[in-house]
């Protein structure tokens, strides 16, 4: 275990494919494809550490995630590789163009190639909406970003598509997959050119003044920390089911606690109580560790609490951790490696990406209009037009004051 969210795994026939180089982008961001809590919560006021993890994960959306180019354009080659048909119906319009039904499945379609969790989402309606949103956020910003950082994604996209295409040949899954959805390399490498392209569009857009104020204002996050931990799990971390109640995943956590407080010995305790695979073996320990890769009660605890005492109980979504900080780090700007400036920077996009979804995004979207999803017959005369309506949730405030 890694202290990350628990996620479906990917399909084993692409598994090749999404070891590549290329894909690590595709990776980073299905790695928290579970915590992204703002799809569920559009109408609520999402809590402070959601908020936190959305940027993170905007940031992760730029380098992970498609963004399809625009309307058909004789004079942009780009801008016909993310498929647009006159005849499919448009379930999305937004200052500067519009999405079609067809164009989003092949958008859907390759991002499932990489990660079944992303087609378990599609069948929430709420979740699907949130995706197609996004999309048109992915291509204002490709269309803003300049001809230099298109030109420059070529080499990266070459070399994804070489092994896209060995994928393709030699995994009949996944060609099934991409020829039902009709998605053809000139998709595959439009959508992922715009991956690239993105990622150099916000390279260029955030300033020395932007990181180092991102670095002031989460400065735990980037500190390094050595921290000792015991999970006594309440989920089975490989499916996310339950394991054991709650009550009772806290009294033997608090039995493990008064254990350690009279001088128990973390690798004797860790290896007979805790369900971390990963470091039970070890006493428990993840050592010069970026709190910033862990779950978020997790990471507030290894930088707030105390060095070299043993804390109370943490609960996460896993269960509850037993744990002692060792160490940790508190460096001024300059000191840091050069890796931690990029980390830092990456949070530093992270910001202006998630500003830039939820405050600009919303005012350039004039209409959201996906077809309802299909529900099993009733008998009533009432089931929504399964298959055949649309929910318009999105439109122009001054449509909707008129009607």
């Known amino acids: 275990m890694r202290l990350l969210p628990i996620r479906q795994q990917t399909s084993p026939a692409i598994g090749a494919i999404v070891n590549s180089q290329p894909l690590a982008y595709l990776l980073q961001y299905k790695e928290l494809n579970f915590e992204r809590g703002y799809i569920m919560n559009q109408t609520t006021r999402t809590s402070t550490w959601k908020r936190s993890l959305l940027l993170v994960v905007a940031m992760l959306l730029v380098v992970s995630a498609l963004a399809a180019c625009g309307k058909k354009n004789a004079k942009d080659s780009d801008k016909e590789s993310a498929s647009n048909s006159s005849n499919s119906t448009v379930i999305a319009t937004y200052k500067g163009g519009e999405v079609t039904e067809e164009e989003f499945t092949k958008y859907t379609t390759f991002y499932s190639l990489f990660d079944q969790s992303f087609a378990m989402y599609l069948q929430i309606p709420e979740a699907k909406e949130q995706y197609l ?17 298109k030109k420059s994604a070529d080499t990266e996209v070459a070399t994804f598509i070489k092994q896209y295409n060995e994928q393709l040949t030699s995994n009949a899954e996944m060609k099934k997959t991409v020829d039902a959805a009709g998605l ?83 690798k004797a305790l860790a290896n007979q109580y805790s369900d971390d695979e990963g470091s039970k073996g070890n006493g428990g320990l993840y050592e010069n560790a970026s709190p910033n890769s862990w779950v978020a009660e997790f990471k507030e605890a290894a930088i707030t609490q105390p060095v070299g005492t043993v804390g109370e109980p943490v609960k996460s979504q896993y269960g509850y951790h037993v744990m002692k900080v060792e160490k940790r780090e508190s460096k001024k700007f300059e000191e840091l490696s050069e890796d931690v400036k990029t980390q830092v920077k990456t949070g530093a996009i992270n910001t202006k990406m998630g500003d830039f979804m939820t405050k600009e995004l919303p005012t350039l979207i004039e209409k959201i209009n996906l077809p309802k999803a299909e529900t099993p017959a009733a008998g009533t005369g009432t089931d929504a037009g399964a298959g055949t309506g649309a929910t318009d949730s999105t439109e122009k405030k001054d449509e909707a004051t008129t009607k």
């Open 133 to 149: 949103k996004e999309y048109v956020g992915y291509k204002t910003l490709y269309d803003r970003s300049s001809e230099d950082d």
């Open 184 to 266: 053809t390399e000139k998709d595959v490498s439009g959508f992922y050119k715009q991956i690239v392209t993105i990622r150099k569009y916000w390279e260029r857009n955030v300033s020395d003044a932007d990181i180092k104020a991102e670095y002031e204002k989460n400065k735990g996050g980037y500190n390094l920390v050595s921290v000792r931990h015991i999970l006594i799990s309440t989920v089975d971390p490989s499916t996310g089911e339950e394991k054991r109640k709650d009550e009772e995943a806290l009294k033997i956590a608090k039995e493990v606690k008064a254990k350690l407080d009279k001088g128990g010995d973390w």
